[in-house]
Structure formats: C-alpha cells, structure tokens
C-alpha cells in the first residue's frame, strides 16, 4: 500500500492552560494515503459530486427534536437544565464504586512501564473519591468549564496504560468539555481539587478549578444557554481579555459555544474592524463563578448561530480539521476518531453523542455486518449512502463517508497509525496521527484487515 506525504507545514497549537508535557512526534501533513489524491484533501472536491449538496437536511427546529430524540436514546446525552434539584446519593455512590471497581481489577500499567498495584487504588484513589462521604440526598450544584478540561475516569492525572508504552492511550481519560459546557455537580474529591460532574455528553472527574460554580441553575442557564452567542466553526478561535486582542486567554475549539456580550454601537457600523465582544466565565478564589468580557477576532472563523445543517456545509466542517492532530480522549489538543466526529456534529447544534458506540446507534441505520464477511450487503449499502450524513463504524473506529470515486469508497477521519505488516506480535505500524482522507483499503496489507473488512455498522445522521 502506497504511502507518501503531501509536504506542508503543520502548526499544533497549545492551549493556555495545556499541559507541560512533551508532544509525541506528528508526522507533518495533511498526509495523501491509499489512492487518495492531492485534490481529494479538499471538501469541494467533494460537494461539487454531491447533487443537492446545498439543500437543508434538518431545520433547526427539527435540529431540536432530533436532541430529544439522542437524549432519549443515549442515556450519557444529558440535558444539564433538566436534571433534578435533587438526586438520590445511593445512586451516584453506586455508580462511583462501579468505576473503581472496573479499574481496579484491570491489568493496567504506568507511564515507566510497570504494572500498577492493586495499593495504588487502595492507598491513594479510594481516599480521594470518598464514596462514603456521599450523602443520602445530593443537592445539586450548577457550573461551567472555564476552559477546555478533562474528564476522568478518577480523581487523579497519573496516566494508566492497556499496554506498556502506550503513552498515547491514558485508560483514564474519557474525553474533554469545552469552555461554558455547562455541568452538574454531585460530588468532590476528600482533597478538593476534584469534582464528580455531569456534563451533557459524558460523566466523570474534573479539575475543581476548572469549573466555576454559579448561584443557581437559573443563573448558569443565562449564560450557557443563551440564545445569542457564537459558534466556533473553525478548527479553534482564539478569545482574548482585551479589545487590542494582546493578552490570549485561551483557543476555543470546533463547536464551542461562547455567548455574546451586548454588542457596542461602534460594532454595528458596516466595515467595523473591531472584535465580537463575548462573555467568559471565570472561578473566584473560592469557587465561585464570574463573568467578564472577552473578545474574539472578526477574523476568526465563528458564527452567530449555527450553520446550515447541509452535506456541504457538513463536509466543509469536517475538512477545517484535516491535518490536524489525532489525540486519545482530546489529549495533545488533539481529536480522536469519535472526537473528531462528535466536534463535526457538534457544531450545527447536534447534541451528539461522544463515544463511537452511541454514535453509530444515532439516525436511520443503514446495516450491521460482521467483519470479514457480508461484502455483497456492504458494498450494496456503500453504493447507496449520502456523503457527509453517513457514519462507518468498525471496532474502536469512525469515520465520515466521503463518496465513491470509480470502484472506491472515500472516507475522512482521524487516525493514530496504519498496520502495515502480518505478524501481530510485531505490529508493525506508520505513524498517521491526525484526521485524513483515505480509501477503505487502508490497512489491508496487514493482519488487521482494511478499513472495508472491518465495518460492522453504517448510519446516517438524520
């Protein structure tokens, strides 16, 4: 299988508050795989084959409906304001003593290639989650991320590895929230730096200073749910503290909704230069929630409201982050293959889900297949699908179709490596680790099988 790269400088960005830790090497990109070509790297490419491309797919009132709709289907999918006041302490208590459990009696390793005893569970973990500090009735409290942070699996950064020197794969990071996703929060850590929090695609541990407490739900409500503020719709937007735009604050990324502060006059003047002005939320000294002005650049690639929910503008969404890097969970500022999927989606205002199982159950499913077998029903239900709506999944893998070119099947999604050799006990592997365009052939010279054998479910997002 062919492999070459298409020469070009690829920029990896830090955020503000992003950890200190050395970056794997990326390979630079966007890198032209299988029989891909250099005008396939481009979502018009793509749009110009697509008859109707332009045409709406979902209103958004028909948007809203179909979040009910996840919601109902996906239990982690949340809707942070309709939660109860109150919630029975057994149950989260329940749910707390689950996860350790499960990570407990897993065979897991760390960052120096050592297996993690079972003490480090019982002598540093346990105390710190203090399920027996749960209360019989949690009352509710409401905040919002006040900066991108991760979700964890325990109160702890310490990396736990499946495999020695899988670095990249930290078994406890779930995924990140944005800025101003807004949580519910049922319990903290014994030393305070930690909070179990419910956000609206995912449930786990949080830096607590992370989060900024408001009064109220009703209080978070008008920021969070705002109904007038700005999409990210660009791979990232950078939010400043002053109008100069001199003092970064931090980089918002694909999807992240900011509310909009009051607009000045001089804003509305036709031509003006002079940044958005927004909303950001920050943490007081003792906990608490403030806000402030911030502002974004004209320049930057938001909007007011959501775009068009179209298969042109879902391709276009999906190729602003071609090239960018791959990252287990959003580590490294980085996307994994759901994450990748779930910002895409996420931007047009689709609650959708994070995890790749939930997202191959969303919208009108087109097939499930075993691997290795069924070709005739996939390539049946291949030569059917709608480019940008339709969802490939395999096991442990998503990807978003792009369309058929002569006999081949084009999909873009973010990828750590292609298996190359036979031999399982080598692995052998080039690195790719970033979102590409592929045919499903990739990795069909090697003992996995390629991306076609291993299908196991196709679904469209409407």
């Known amino acids: 299988?062919?492999?070459?790269?298409?020469?070009?400088?690829?920029?990896?960005?830090?955020?503000?508050s992003g950890s200190a830790e050395e970056l794997p090497p990326l390979p630079r990109g966007p890198m032209i795989l299988t029989s891909a070509t250099q005008a396939m790297q481009n979502a018009d490419f793509w749009i110009r084959r697509i008859e109707g491309a332009e045409r709406v797919v979902k209103t958004r009132e028909e948007i809203e409906k179909f979040n009910e709709y996840i919601r109902s289907l996906v239990r982690e999918n949340v809707d942070i304001f309709r939660l109860d006041f109150r919630r029975p302490g057994k149950q989260i208590a329940d749910q707390l003593q689950l996860e350790f459990n499960t990570l407990r009696n897993r065979k897991l390793?760390?960052?120096?290639?050592?297996?993690?005893?079972?003490?480090?569970?019982?002598?540093?973990?346990?105390?710190?989650?203090?399920?027996?500090?749960?209360?019989?009735?949690?009352?509710?409290?409401?905040?919002?991320?006040?900066r991108t942070t991760s979700v964890?699996?325990?109160?702890?950064?310490?990396?736990?590895?499946?495999?020695?020197?899988?670095v990249e794969f930290d078994q406890l990071q779930f995924t990140l929230i944005k800025l101003w996703t807004p949580v519910g929060i049922y319990h903290s850590s014994s030393n305070g730096q930690w909070l179990y929090i419910q956000a609206p695609y995912v449930r786990g541990w949080v830096k607590a200073k992370d989060i900024a407490v408001?009064?109220?739900?009703?209080?978070?409500?008008?920021y969070a749910a705002s109904d007038k503020f700005f999409v990210v719709t660009g791979e990232s937007a950078s939010v400043f503290k002053d109008p100069a735009r001199t003092t970064l604050l931090q980089r918002a990324s694909m999807g992240t909704v900011i509310p909009r502060a009051p607009i000045p006059s001089s804003q509305l003047a036709a031509g003006s230069s002079?940044?958005?002005?927004?909303?950001?939320?920050?943490?007081?000294?003792?906990?608490?929630?403030?806000?402030?002005k911030a502002y974004i650049s004209r320049k930057s690639d938001v909007q007011r409201n959501y775009p068009v929910y179209s298969q042109a503008n879902i391709l276009r969404q999906a190729f602003k982050l071609l090239g960018f890097r791959y990252g287990w969970g959003g580590q490294?500022?980085?996307?994994?293959?759901?994450?990748?999927?779930?910002?895409?989606?996420?931007?047009?205002?689709?609650?959708?889900?994070?995890d790749s199982k939930q997202q191959s159950l969303v919208g009108i499913q087109l097939g499930f297949f075993e691997p290795f077998e069924e070709d005739i029903q996939k390539e049946k239900a291949l030569g059917s699908l709608r480019p940008g709506l339709a969802l490939l999944k395999m096991p442990k893998h998503q990807m978003i179709y792009l369309g058929q070119i002569g006999k081949q099947h084009y999909v873009i999604h973010s990828t750590w490596a292609e298996r190359t050799g036979?031999?399982?006990?080598?692995?052998?592997?080039?690195?790719i680790n970033q979102v590409v365009v592929s045919d499903l052939n990739l990795n069909g010279n090697s003992y996995i099988g390629s991306l076609f054998d291993r299908i196991v479910s196709i679904n469209e997002i409407e």
């Not at 002079?274 to 402030?292: C, F, H, I, L, Q």
């Not at 036979?422 to 690195?431: M, S």
């Open 274 to 292: 002079e940044p958005y002005t927004v909303w950001m939320p920050y943490r007081k000294s003792d906990g608490s929630a403030g806000v402030a």
């Open 422 to 431: 036979q031999d399982p006990r080598k692995d052998e592997k080039n690195r």
């Open 109 to 146: 390793f760390g960052v120096d290639n050592q297996y993690v005893q079972k003490s480090f569970f019982d002598d540093q973990i346990k105390p710190l989650v203090q399920i027996d500090k749960v209360p019989s009735t949690i009352r509710m409290k409401w905040g919002a991320a006040v």
């Open 152 to 166: 964890r699996a325990l109160p702890t950064m310490v990396k736990l590895l499946e495999d020695k020197g899988d």
């Open 332 to 354: 490294y500022n980085g996307r994994d293959c759901s994450g990748f999927v779930h910002d895409v989606f996420l931007s047009f205002g689709i609650a959708f889900p994070r």
């Open 214 to 222: 408001f009064p109220s739900r009703d209080d978070l409500k008008k």
């Open 1 to 16: 299988m062919r492999l070459f790269f298409f020469t070009c400088l690829m920029s990896v960005f830090f955020a503000v």
